[in-house]
């Protein structure tokens, strides 16, 4: 008869105080720089024990990444409009840049295989179907609405980030991005 896995221990829960040292250190130093030993460490396990909740680094990568996808949709669900969207997707992506770029890292045929990170990526995703779609559109239509939106968003980001983009400050960053999507 299989033993049911436990989800704590004498530590505690251990899958969740990994998720938070590890969602710490990631929002500190990025997650390139992030090893299983060092989060292990920190929550006073051997390495070999977070092996009993996630199945490697990148398992862990994706617990991560699904805490960051569901505290973005917190943040855009109170959204009303487009432009509140735009300017809560903004803030937050630009407020924890390694938290975005990690999330942003995950690849889409991981997060079929990983349902509570493709659970929090659709909470997004549906807001922003919600703001950008339209009740007389297609489907389709409707998909490439939020992918323009998306597209144009994390586009930004990237540029801004790289230091390719001159803009004078967040705000104005913010502003133009809303503008180009309102249009």
Do not use: W
């Not at 805490?67 to 487009?82: H, I, L, R």
């Amino acid at each position: 008869m299989a033993q049911e896995k436990r989800s704590t221990y004498r530590h505690g829960n251990v899958r969740e105080e990994a998720i938070r040292v590890a969602l710490e250190l990631v929002e500190a130093k990025g997650h390139p720089n992030i090893s299983i030993r060092a989060i292990a460490g920190q929550i006073g396990v051997a390495h070999r024990a977070l092996y009993n909740h996630f199945s490697d680094k990148d398992g862990l990568l994706d617990a991560v990444a699904t805490e960051g996808f569901d505290q973005m949709a917190s943040v855009v669900e109170s959204c009303t409009d487009k432009a509140s969207f735009i300017s809560a997707y903004l803030d937050f992506s630009l407020s924890r840049p390694f938290l975005y770029a990690l999330m942003m890292s995950r690849p889409h045929a991981t997060m079929s295989e990983t349902p509570a990170l493709q659970t929090a990526v659709h909470r997004v995703i549906t807001v922003a179907m919600k703001l950008f779609g339209s009740d007389t559109a297609t489907p389709e239509e409707n998909r490439r609405a939020v992918m323009k939106a998306t597209i144009l968003l994390h586009g930004g980001l990237v540029l801004r980030g790289n230091g390719i983009l001159d803009v004078s400050d967040d705000a104005h960053f913010i502003r133009e991005l809303s503008d180009m999507l309102e249009a």
